[in-house]
Each structure stands twice: as structure tokens, then as C-alpha cells.
């Protein structure tokens, strides 16, 4: 089972190559894929997004909030911005949901960096890579 950030996605509807775009793919046709809230959320904030795939992605089972998980992700953030990394917001809510879960992120974002190496977030996918 994995989680896909925002970055992946996109990647992966527009059609883009990758290691983490042939997971996704990969994950797709097994039925691993769980659906971050968040990351939903900003891609139906997309205006060009057509219905259909809105439709799809909102199929996709979603990871439930547990309780606690505000204060969690406050606190997350807090210590990567501690450590003088880079920690918005969504990309907190959308790491403490793969960590509450114990599922690896798959993303092409290197920002979630300073929550691997700060709270232990599972990522896998071009930005595990140490380059």
C-alpha cells in the first residue's frame, strides 16, 4: 500500500515519466494506492481538471483522519521548521497522514526531506534519493 503526493500525481496525468510515476502505475492496476486528503483536495483545486478524472481520483480510497492528527501535524511541523527546514503546511498534513497510517509516500518533492529525516516519514520514489 502507498500514498501519492501531489507532485506525482500531476506528473502521472499529464502523461510525464518516472520512477514514481511507473509505482503509481504499478500501484494503480493492484489496487495499493490510498488517497492522502489533502492531496485530493489540491487536485480538485485544479480549474482544468476534466470531471472525469476529478470522478476517478475521488474513487480512490481515502485515508481517514484519526483522532489527534491536528495537534500531530502541528508538531510535526514544528520540529522540521526547528531544524531550519522547509515545512509547509500541506505538505505537514499530508506527511502526518502517511505516518499516522505507517505507509510510504511516493513523491517527486524533495521538501519532504526534513520530515523523513526528522519524524521518520516513509518516502519512496525520487525524492528518497540523497542527491
Not at 501531489?6 to 495499493?32: F, K, P
Not at 502541528?74 to 502526518?96: C, F, M, P, T, Y
Request: with cysteine.
Amino acid at each position: 500500500m502507498i500514498a501519492v503526493d501531489t507532485s506525482t500525481w500531476i506528473a502521472y496525468l499529464e502523461g510525464h515519466g518516472g520512477v514514481d510515476v511507473q509505482m503509481l502505475d504499478h500501484a494503480l492496476n493492484d489496487r495499493q494506492v490510498v488517497m492522502v486528503p489533502v492531496v485530493l483536495t489540491e487536485l480538485l483545486s485544479v480549474p482544468e481538471l476534466p470531471i472525469a478524472v476529478a470522478q476517478t481520483l475521488s474513487e480512490v480510497p481515502t485515508l481517514e483522519i484519526a483522532p489527534g492528527y491536528w495537534q500531530r501535524a502541528g508538531e510535526l511541523r514544528s520540529v522540521v521548521l526547528g531544524k531550519k527546514r522547509k515545512a509547509r503546511l500541506g505538505d505537514a498534513l499530508i506527511a502526518q497522514s502517511c505516518i499516522d497510517a505507517g505507509i510510504p509516500l511516493v513523491t517527486r518533492d524533495k521538501d519532504f526531506r526534513g520530515f523523513a529525516e526528522s519524524a521518520g516519514l516513509n518516502l519512496a520514489g525520487p525524492a528518497d534519493r540523497r542527491t
